[in-house]
């Protein structure tokens, strides 16, 4: 089971936070605020502090990766995990480059979801596995242009 933490989730669908958060709440950790666009994302961040914030991209004014480089900006210790349904490599590397600790796609298993949290816990990084391997395949081609 996940370890204990106040959340923030960011995602512009209401009823997909309402799920998340129920879930969360069941695993024992505590879903402190939420937030539907990126503005609304960086107001409860300094108002909330939470340990870790789950992040959609895909969200209104300012998206999910301007908001994590503005809360990142303020607060570099705050966990920040994108969870989308993108699995663009272009998002994947500019979150990591904003400062993301981990990218999530939404059609993850609910067994794949709650071990991934408690790595989160423990202060590891976690991503889908496909797209750490896209990652690995990015950094091998930038060391071969070297």
């Given at each position: 089971?996940?370890?204990?933490?106040?959340?923030?989730?960011?995602?512009?669908?209401?009823?997909?936070?309402?799920?998340?958060?129920?879930?969360?709440?069941?695993?024992?950790?505590?879903?402190?605020?939420?937030?539907?666009?990126?503005?609304?994302?960086i107001a409860r961040a300094r108002e909330f502090h939470p340990d870790l914030i789950f992040m959609d991209i895909n969200m209104p004014s300012?998206?999910?990766?301007?908001?994590?480089?503005?809360?990142?900006?303020?607060?570099?210790?705050?966990?920040?995990?994108?969870?989308?349904?993108?699995?663009?490599?272009?998002?994947?590397?500019?979150?990591?480059?904003?400062?993301?600790?981990?990218?999530?796609?939404?059609?993850?298993?609910?067994?794949?979801?709650?071990?991934?949290?408690?790595?989160?816990?423990?202060?590891?990084?976690?991503?889908?596995?496909?797209?750490?391997?896209?990652?690995?395949?990015?950094?091998?081609?930038?060391?071969?242009?070297?």
């Amino acid at each position: 089971m996940p370890v204990p933490m106040n959340v923030l989730l960011a995602d512009d669908h209401a009823l997909f936070r309402a799920g998340l958060a129920s879930l969360l709440k069941a695993w024992g950790l505590q879903v402190v605020a939420q937030a539907g666009n990126g503005q609304e994302a960086i107001a409860r961040a300094r108002e909330f502090h939470p340990d870790l914030i789950f992040m959609d991209i895909n969200m209104p004014s300012p998206n999910g990766l301007e908001a994590t480089r503005a809360i990142k900006a303020e607060y570099p210790d705050m966990k920040i995990v994108m969870l989308t349904v993108s699995d663009d490599e272009q998002d994947l590397f500019e979150a990591i480059k904003s400062g993301a600790e981990g990218y999530l796609l939404k059609n993850l298993r609910e067994e794949e979801f709650a071990d991934l949290v408690s790595r989160l816990g423990r202060g590891e990084p976690v991503m889908s596995p496909g797209l750490a391997k896209k990652l690995l395949q990015e950094f091998g081609r930038l060391r071969e242009e070297r």
